[in-house]
């Protein structure tokens, strides 16, 4: 496979362009593999890239039943960001993040990571002060973290809502090395390194059963035939239910919700910062992205359901913030709006690991935030599936976590998915 560099670009265009190999094969599913992943997503994909880089475990397949990154994988507003602070969450996305910074490098394929501080608002002085605390851990576990006063937001930023917002604006907590990346070219660089490495992946190929004999998996049924499997990994997103129903085990702490993403018509140069507003009831976040369209998004649409489309009422709250936060955006033109399916669980946190069936793993339970995760869940997925055991970072991202009674995430939101943005 041709090594993308500025020389061979060079080289290509003397050709006239001509010579470049694919990106990645079409093959024909084989009988047998190693690992089969289900689900070409970003999680899927990189499990099945550190799968074959990390583990030199190479015979694997990927299966998806429509096109890779098709599903969450493009269609999220791409923010990604490391700023938590509990155990259970800040070394996990720490190490994401670190990926994050070499991503383009490791992949030799060019994922846009552009690394521009994300800023989240405050709205009065005990936030100020929640948010001290939050970030002095970020500061003292190694990660970066800023608190700027209203003087530093307003030069930074002097285009946000200070003189008639409906909740004023106090300051805000900074996490200068987040950013925004480009979430098909993620896909695609993490699928052309799993294939250069000997993976298949076998897109229009869906899954539709679950083979077993006794307590362990031996195989999938699919689409395209029966795929034999020595281990199965589910990296499935917003049908990860589905899937779970298909191996016969019962119910998921997992409810399908929809989110909706929007970008607008594009702009000059607008905003360079990851802006994220929730107070009140209200909940937005908004970045620009490489072309200029503003890309933002909001709550779920707050009720259950498989189809990859939104409603109206959540396009007028998100709206509604828009300009609440920045006015400048009232006279901006929508360009398109989309949604994609979440797989929310009840305390918010995700799930890599093994599950009741011998040989079957499961990497779920995302909510908004798998964009960022997909590195490190890609990386610790391909680590426990390869030595059966999970790595003591992602120790609590287990189905029995509720019966031990352990609290991931430092938002503590109560036990409802809708809950957990
Ligand atoms: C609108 C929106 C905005 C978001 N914004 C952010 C953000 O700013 N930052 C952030 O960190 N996260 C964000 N997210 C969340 C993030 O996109 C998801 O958590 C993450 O992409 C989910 O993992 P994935 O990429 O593997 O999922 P997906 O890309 O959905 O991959 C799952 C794949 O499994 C396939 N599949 C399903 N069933 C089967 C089957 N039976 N057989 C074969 N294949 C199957 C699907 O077709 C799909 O391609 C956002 C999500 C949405 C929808």
Redesign the pocket.
Known sequence: MTRYSAWSVFLHGLMGQRGWDRAWRDPEPRPHYDVVI???????LATAFYLAENHGIRNVAV????W?????????????RSNYMMDGNRFFYEHSLKLWENLSHTLNYNVMFSQRAHVTLLHSPPAMDAAARRYNTLLLTGSDGEIWQLDTLKREIPHLNYDNARFPIVGATVQRRAGTARHDAVAWGYARGADSRGVDIIQN????GIRREGGRVTGVRTTRGDIGAGKIGL?????TS??WRMADLGRLPIETHK???FVSEPLKPLLDHVVVFGVGGAHF?ISQSDKGGMVF?GDLDWYKSYAQRGNLPIVQDVSECATSILPCLGRVRLLRHW??V?DMSMDGSPFICRTPLENLYLNAG?????????PASGWFFADLIANGRPDPVIRNFDLQRFERGVNIDERGAGPDPKLHG
């Not at 190929?205 to 539709?208: G, R």
Request: overall charge positive; glycine content about 24%; charged content about 10%.
């Open positions: 289900v689900g070409a997503g970003l999680h899927g299966l998806e039943k429509g890779l990154g098709g599903g969450n994988a493009g269609r999220n507003t791409t923010i990604v190929c869906e899954v539709t990296a499935v997103a917003g049908n589905r899937l989110l909706q993403a976040y998004g949604a994609g979440m995302w909510n908004y935030g798998g964009f960022k995760a997909s």
